[in-house]
């Protein structure tokens, strides 16, 4: 389908804005009260409520929380706001998959307001979100289309949580919100439209580690979004020094971008290989705190015609994993626009799964989705800054 813009205006100046209070932790809402002189005895009670209200039940006005005092509503107001980013672009797929292109508030004066993707993906049983924690990427994975574009930041741990607060608002994931009327969300009594979150998006999470774990605390917080851990996944492209600590400190799935049994092969599709081989990234797996039969790492497995995908490589795979609970994502590759490489054919894709399947592995084959909504992580972004600077010549 056509991209639509949603809006076409220049990036916002840098304005003396409120602070939104919308995804920040329990430790920044307290800071907040204090900066607006709340009574140290009344932190905790405060930071409680206003955590029922932000992430129970989805307010986007102080009015509403009615258990707050009528003067305290008025200072926050004054002083805050529960402002999310901005949705420049919204594409709805044929098979249900959303993507939303988001507009970040400005940090500072040199910033016009960095711009990410993250997308929704329905399926009978689970909608899962898929976020992004930098904007931009520095790994320049030769598959992924977000390594065509540059690093700006990492986000922090508010605009991480913002995506999931976006995708719940426009999905009508909190009480009194209407689900989409398309019916290809998941519905039902007490049946969540977001169930699951991937750190798959744009960037690489463990290069930002602090702010990933942060937002992963905020989501699985049993008093508010209340996302299990299990069904939070993190995906790396082999930061081996982190991995341990991400399991220590914060504990969600991990799930590992492998796409290669060789190092000279890996080295090309996934260039910090090169400072981090195969071998060391699976010796961190085998370590990860909490890997189990039950807490299976995930192997993801670009499929990638006449480059990775022999049944010697399947069989290569198997060995190599050989003792880690694992299960192995195989994954059609999303061509996008002048990419390097073409989507192994089925039969093949097919066959390798046969091969890992008889060797005692689940290894699903993902199934494409939004493929007409330019799908590929970082697409989205591309083609607005196309569009746009097409608009500005139009002008010129």
Request: charged content about 25%; proline content about 6%; glycine content about 6%.
């Amino acid at each position: 389908m056509p991209l639509s813009l949603a809006s076409a205006s220049p990036a916002r100046a840098f304005p003396d804005a409120k602070r939104s209070l919308a995804g920040l932790t329990r430790a920044e809402l307290a800071d907040a009260l204090r900066s607006i002189d709340t009574p140290e005895r009344e932190i905790r009670m405060r930071v409680a409520q206003l955590w029922h209200w932000i992430y129970f039940r989805g307010a986007r006005d102080f009015a509403d929380m009615s258990n707050i005092s009528k003067a305290l509503r008025a200072v926050l107001a004054e002083r805050f706001t529960l402002a999310l980013p901005e949705i420049v672009a919204e594409q709805v797929s044929t098979d249900g998959t959303r993507k939303w292109l988001l507009r970040l508030d400005p940090i500072d004066a040199q910033d016009k307001g960095a711009e990410i993707e993250c997308v929704y993906i329905p399926e009978s049983d689970r909608g899962t979100l898929c976020v992004s924690s930098q904007v931009g990427c520095t790994l320049n994975c030769s598959f992924c289309h977000t390594g065509t574009q540059r690093l700006v930041r990492n986000l922090t741990s508010r605009e991480i949580v913002s995506q999931l607060l976006v995708a719940r608002f426009r999905l009508g994931d909190f009480p009194g919100l209407a689900r989409p009327t398309d019916g290809l969300v998941p519905s039902g009594e007490d049946v969540r439209a977001v169930s699951n979150i991937v750190f798959m998006g744009m960037g690489e999470p463990l290069y930002n580690l602090e702010h990933v774990e942060n937002a992963i605390e905020v989501m699985s917080d049993g008093d508010g979004l209340s996302l299990s851990k299990r069904r939070i996944t993190v995906s790396t492209s082999g930061v081996v020094p982190q991995i341990e600590r991400l399991g220590a400190e914060c504990g969600p799935m991990l799930a590992i971008s492998l796409h290669a049994v060789r190092d000279e092969l890996r080295d090309e599709l996934v260039p910090l290989n090169k400072k981090y081989p195969i071998r060391q990234l699976l010796e961190a797996c085998r370590d990860y705190p909490g890997v189990s039969n039950a807490r299976r790492i995930t192997f993801e497995y670009v499929m990638l015609k006449g480059v990775n995908d022999s049944p010697a490589e399947a069989r290569e795979l198997v060995r190599l994993l050989k003792g880690i609970p694992a299960k192995i994502n195989l994954i059609p590759f999303n061509p996008w626009p002048g990419a390097p490489y073409e989507c192994s054919d089925w039969e093949t894709i097919e066959r390798f799964s046969d091969i890992v399947f008889d060797a005692g592995y689940a290894s699903p084959v993902r199934t494409p989705r939004g493929r007409d909504i330019l799908a590929a992580c970082g697409q989205l972004k591309s083609e607005t800054e196309k569009l746009r600077a097409r608009a500005r010549l139009a002008v010129e």
